[in-house]
């Protein structure tokens, strides 16, 4: 994989912040950390997604019908305890 050097421009305040990660063992350096941050946003986005096509999903299913809770709940408990 190849990477891509960016200029990136930081407030004095976030500058402080990331260099206080790396400090406490966090991370190597800079880079590491802002790759890191872009993994998470990339993961976040991903769950979003997969939740948004449930949702759509469930909408498109059809009408809603009623489920009794309590035998709901026994079937639930007898499958997974």
Known sequence: ???VR???SLTDT????IKSQISAGHYTNDSEYIR????????????LEAI???LIEGE???EPR????NTFKTRMM????
């Open 1 to 3: 994989m190849g990477t």
């Open 6 to 8: 960016k200029t990136i």
């Open 60 to 62: 498109l299913s059809g």
């Open 14 to 17: 976030q500058d402080a912040w």
């Open 36 to 47: 890191d941050l872009i993994r998470r946003e990339q993961e976040r986005n991903a769950a």
């Open 78 to 81: 007898a499958k997974y305890g």
């Open 66 to 69: 009623h489920v009794d809770v």
């Open 52 to 54: 948004r096509a449930g």
